[in-house]
């Protein structure tokens, strides 16, 4: 997993779950700040929003995903969503083509947030 957490009490948590997932998480940054969280309203009439706040997820650059390329080139599936920004996921997804690794972008993640396609 290439990643950003960040160092509020979310932390120790999420690392958790990914160990216990067996997840191999030495790609996974710690940033100082907050993890990111979403928040999810549901109205009576079964309407939802949902606010994002990105905390370390804003944080994985491009460059980040350079400098772990062979994890790109080791995977046999990449998944992607838009809560990293997006000249972050354009970056993987380039690696992903060059490697010949499938790349699925969920663009409609339950937490991802909307993006402009202009």
């Known amino acids: ?8 009490l979310f932390t120790e948590r999420l690392l ?19 993890c990111g969280v979403a928040h999810i309203s549901r109205a009576d009439n079964g309407e ?26 080791r995977a046999s599936m990449v998944l992607v969503q838009l809560e990293t920004p997006l000249e972050t996921v354009i970056r993987l997804a380039e690696q992903a083509w060059q490697a010949k690794t499938p790349l699925m972008l969920e663009p409609r993640s339950r937490h991802a947030p909307a993006r402009r396609t202009t």
């Open 48 to 73: 939802n929003s949902i606010i994002v706040i990105s905390g370390a997820n804003r944080l994985l650059s491009a460059a980040y995903i350079d400098a772990h390329r062979e994890a790109v080139q």
């Open 1 to 8: 997993m290439i990643a950003s957490l960040g160092t509020d």
């Open 16 to 34: 958790s779950g990914l160990k216990d997932a067996v997840v191999d998480t030495h790609a996974v940054q710690m940033v100082a700040g907050p």
